[in-house]
């Protein structure tokens, strides 16, 4: 007989989702979001990792793929765990990066929509790691800036 716990009758097992996200600032201090098609939340440009692929290739494949931009990653802010905004019963662990781009972003793969959103944004349908994570980190990170 084993030892340990498993999910037992009524409990969801969450599976997990593992990406690479992106913080891009303009100089208005506004977040680049992105809309892919078929979904509802504006989200920070990124995507699933590939097996054996770092999060910091991933990144920079991602916004090459989707925003057509070669970028520079500046610093790496940490690895959070948050809801998914589209796949209900997942959990979402994300390598979160500031990065800055080699010129300005257009909408290419599966994006649908790109906007730049201010801060304290609060009619954007934004994805959780937006609103918990970047959007409070960023806040924290420019007031340390002045």
């Known amino acids: 007989m084993g030892y340990g716990r498993s999910a037992g009758f009524g409990e969801i097992k969450m599976k997990v989702i593992t990406v690479a996200a992106a913080i891009i600032l303009n ?27 770092l999060p910091e290739a991933t990144m920079l494949r991602e916004i090459q ?6 970028a520079q990653i500046e610093q790496f ?12 019963d997942h959990q979402l662990v994300s390598y979160v ?3 800055t ?8 793969a599966e994006i649908a929509e790109m906007k730049w959103v201010d801060l304290n944004d609060q009619s954007t349908l934004l994805a959780p790691l937006t609103t918990e994570i970047v959007m409070p ?10």
């Open 77 to 88: 802010v940490g690895r959070y765990e948050t809801a998914t905004a589209n796949e209900p």
């Open 101 to 108: 781009l080699d010129h300005a972003p257009k909408i290419d």
């Open 65 to 70: 793929e989707e925003i057509g931009c070669q």
């Open 27 to 53: 100089a208005q201090q506004q977040l680049l979001v992105v809309r892919k098609h078929h979904t509802a939340c504006f989200m920070q440009v990124g995507g699933k990792l590939e097996p054996n692929e």
């Open 137 to 146: 980190w960023v806040k924290n990170y420019l007031q340390a800036e002045v």
């Open 97 to 99: 990066y500031v990065v």
